[in-house]
């Protein structure tokens, strides 16, 4: 943590992965409130901003692969909610489109650990049961 807060100083900026920046000028002011609190954004913010970068990633493909197999007025991309995202899909092709939508997701990034995605079936947000793909 303490490498990411002396980078972040020197460079006056935190990045992510793939290099996204967030500038940080607050790093070096003398109000001891403002350092701190871009110090925790600096070392927040490469952890925070991949995840972002990858669900917006995901997003992409994901929405490619809707339109490469004309999937569009069948399976739709609603909302995201943090790393959520949230489709329409026809009832009887949620079981057979849920295991490549979480395949996309999955495969996003290779990186040390497993990005592991899971999906959730239901009428509604709030009901969906847990039924991984």
């Known amino acids: 943590m303490e490498k990411l807060k002396d980078d972040a100083r020197k460079n006056s900026f935190a990045s992510t ?3 996204r920046r967030r ?14 609190q ?6 927040n913010m490469p952890i925070q901003g991949l995840e972002a970068d990858i669900i917006k990633k995901a997003m992409v493909e994901i929405d490619s692969w809707i339109q490469k197999e004309n999937y569009g007025g069948d399976l739709r991309m609603l909302l ?3 790393d959520e995202l949230l489709f329409e899909v026809k009832e009887n092709l949620a079981t057979k489109l849920a295991p490549k939508i979480t395949e996309l997701m999955s495969g996003v990034i290779k990186l040390k650990v497993p ?18 793909s």
Do not use: C
């Not at 940080?24 to 701190?36: G, I, K, T």
């Open 17 to 19: 992965f793939w290099g």
């Open 23 to 36: 500038y940080l000028p607050e790093l070096n002011s003398p109000n001891y409130m403002l350092r701190s």
């Open 38 to 43: 871009a110090e925790r954004i600096a070392v």
């Open 80 to 82: 995201q909610v943090h």
């Open 115 to 132: 990005i592991i995605a899971k999906a959730k079936f239901g009428d509604n947000w709030s009901e969906m049961n847990a039924r991984t």
